[in-house]
């Protein structure tokens, strides 16, 4: 009996092993975990539920979309080759957002939103030629986050405009639910086993990761299955939701708030609303804008995003770019310059 018992067990670690060996052979390990991101990618944050890795570089892709290749940090954990000096000798402007502004799926920097805005502003005979655009964006972010993100950021960067991107793919305005933080992994705290061994072969067994049951195995931390606040606003306007279900409220005062206080640091604000369908830019900016917001409306079309997913590719996000260049008021980019209602 004794013999058999250790004989099914020898087979079971045979089997598990062979099973170990096959998947690393055969899958990347962003591919492992099912998520975008491989191992390191981010760490703990005092007030954020986490950011990137700073000076690192992480493999970032998804199956049957994009990748896998190396996205690196520059020392503040932002995906952008410059830091802000302490001098500041030209017109600023912070990008700030999750992660179709991080550049998820685009493996060249120079193809970067910010970087293409940054050429086509200085194109304009109309902009400052030395006009400096800097990259804030975290995936992942809620819209809260990225508040408090702009909040912490604008005194290193003093910038003259920051243009905040509310996108579809922001499901909620805050995060639901916490997240632990492991191996560069982001773990929901409501996962089985939290904080024990489990955590070493959530982030290091891709047998574990390739687990069909991922709910309570490796929830995403990232995700939530709630619709998003353009999406309910939408109903809303349309009468077929409540407007006691809608985070519209938050939404404005989330903004507005903001607007405050970059505007007592002189800051302007332009909301940038990236909409997966047209009928919804009106309903949704023309809101916006009647609290006193700028906004730029974003309908991107098919060829913008990658195969199989909603982030934008390198084409998107040179279109994206030039159709926001033209409409920034470059007036507002001299020190002390309101920005004009669009």
């Not at 470059?330 to 920005?339: E, I, M, R, T, W």
Request: glycine residues 8%.
């Amino acid at each position: 009996m004794f013999l058999r018992v250790m004989l099914i067990a020898a087979g079971v670690l045979v089997g598990v092993g062979s099973s170990e060996i096959g998947l690393r052979l055969y899958f990347h390990e962003h591919e492992a975990n099912r998520n975008y991101w491989g191992r390191y990618a981010f760490v703990e944050d005092d007030i954020l539920p986490y950011r990137h890795a700073a000076a690192t570089s992480a493999t970032a892709g998804r199956e049957g979309s994009f990748g896998p290749h190396l996205i690196t940090t520059n020392a503040l954990g932002f995906r952008d080759d410059r830091v802000p000096t302490d001098t500041v000798t030209a017109p600023r402007i912070v990008v700030a957002g999750a992660s179709f502004m991080f550049g998820l799926g685009i493996e060249n920097d120079e193809d970067l939103f910010h970087v293409q805005l940054e050429h086509s502003l200085r194109r304009r005979p109309d902009c400052p030629k030395d006009v400096e655009v800097f990259n804030v964006a975290q995936t992942g972010f809620k819209l809260s986050e990225v508040c408090t993100l702009v909040e912490r950021e604008t005194g290193r960067f003093r910038p003259d405009m920051v243009l905040v991107v509310l996108h579809e793919n922001n499901r909620r305005l805050a995060r639901g639910k916490q997240v632990d933080m492991f191996d560069g992994y982001r773990l929901g705290r409501g996962r089985l086993l939290a904080g024990t061994w489990a955590d070493y072969l959530r982030t290091r067994s891709y047998v574990w990761m390739r687990l069909p049951s991922r709910n309570m195995l490796m929830p995403d931390a990232g995700r939530d299955g709630t619709l998003s606040h353009a999406r309910r606003l939408w109903r809303w306007c349309r009468g077929t939701e409540s407007s006691s279900s809608v985070d519209y409220a938050l939404t404005g005062r989330l903004l507005t708030d903001l607007q405050g206080k970059l505007l007592a640091q002189g800051s302007d604000l332009i909301c940038l609303v990236v909409y997966p369908l047209a009928p919804l830019s009106a309903a949704f900016g023309d809101a916006l804008r009647r609290m006193g917001l700028t906004v730029i409306d974003i309908e991107p079309e098919p060829e913008w995003r990658l195969p199989f997913e909603g982030h934008w590719n390198a084409y998107g996000h040179r279109m994206a770019a030039e159709y926001v260049a033209d409409r920034i008021p470059c007036s507002s980019l001299a020190p002390g310059s309101p920005v004009d209602s669009q």
